[in-house]
Antibody
Framework: QVQLVESGGGVVQPGRSLRLSCAAS????????MHWVRQAPGKGLEWVAV????????YYVDSVKGRFTISRDNSKNTLYLQMKSLRGEDTAVYYC???????????????WGQGTLVTVSS | AIQLTQSPSSLSTSVGDRVTITCRAS??????LAWYQQKPGKAPKLLIY???SLENGVPSRFSGSGSGTDFTLTISSLQPEDFATYYC?????????FGQGTKLEIK
């Protein structure tokens, strides 16, 4: 069965960096695009970024452009989100999610991880 | 960026009720819309994609319709497990975006 397990969250000071990981299993990771979606405490969902199955294309929400980098290691079945210059408004649960497009990008998310909490605070 | 506006933001309903949630896009998005259900402390769950396609395993009481700028999610007969928050998401153009959510509460 498809499993996505995020890790790397925690408390970090404003301006610092953090890298999130998402370990995938139960499917051929290298054939699917992947998304990051976040949710601030008590708030709605915010789409953050997507990376295509081969890493050839990456897209971001404007609020994280230039600060966050999505990447993947298909040999390790792992998705990453490198976050730099963190701000208070980045505080959220970060979910990784699979795009169901096979060697393509469908744009929505069919499987989700349980999320990892990032708290940006001094 | 495309904005999605859901209405209502919250709704008090009863088991057995027919419920309709609306999602309006700030510009045309063809049929590039998905609907998700989220329960407290849990990850979202995909219900509908491509505006009207039912995800495998999702009960048939859920249905989606619309294209262009106006979309609806309908639950034909609300069940106890359906009390949750629902989100629409557009994937017509980057950056993708979600609506603000609609919370279904027990009357």
């Amino acid at each position: 069965q498809v499993q996505l397990v995020e890790s790397g969250g925690g408390v970090v000071q404003p301006g610092r960096s953090l890298r999130l990981s998402c370990a995938a299993s139960g499917f051929t990771f290298s054939s699917y695009g992947m998304h990051w979606v976040r949710q601030a405490p008590g708030k709605g969902l915010e789409w953050v970024a997507v990376i295509w199955y081969d890493g050839s294309n990456k897209y971001y929400v404007d609020s994280v452009k230039g600060r966050f980098t999505i990447s993947r290691d298909n040999s390790k079945n792992t998705l990453y989100l490198q976050m730099k210059s963190l701000r208070g408004e980045d505080t959220a649960v970060y979910y990784c999610a699979r795009d169901p497009g096979y060697f393509n990008s469908s744009g929505y998310c069919d499987y989700w991880g349980q999320g990892t909490l990032v708290t940006v605070s001094s | 960026a495309i904005q999605l506006t859901q209405s209502p933001s919250s709704l008090s309903t009863s088991v057995g009720d027919r419920v309709t949630i609306t999602c309006r896009a700030s510009q045309g998005i063809s049929s590039a819309l998905a609907w998700y259900q989220q329960k407290p402390g849990k990850a979202p769950k995909l219900l509908i994609y491509d505006a009207s396609s039912l995800e495998n395993g999702v009960p048939s009481r859920f249905s989606g319709s619309g294209s262009g700028t106006d979309f609806t999610l309908t639950i034909s007969s609300l069940q106890p497990e359906d009390f949750a928050t629902y989100y629409c998401q557009q994937f017509n153009s980057y950056p993708y975006s979600f609506g603000q959510g609609t919370k279904l509460e027990i009357k």
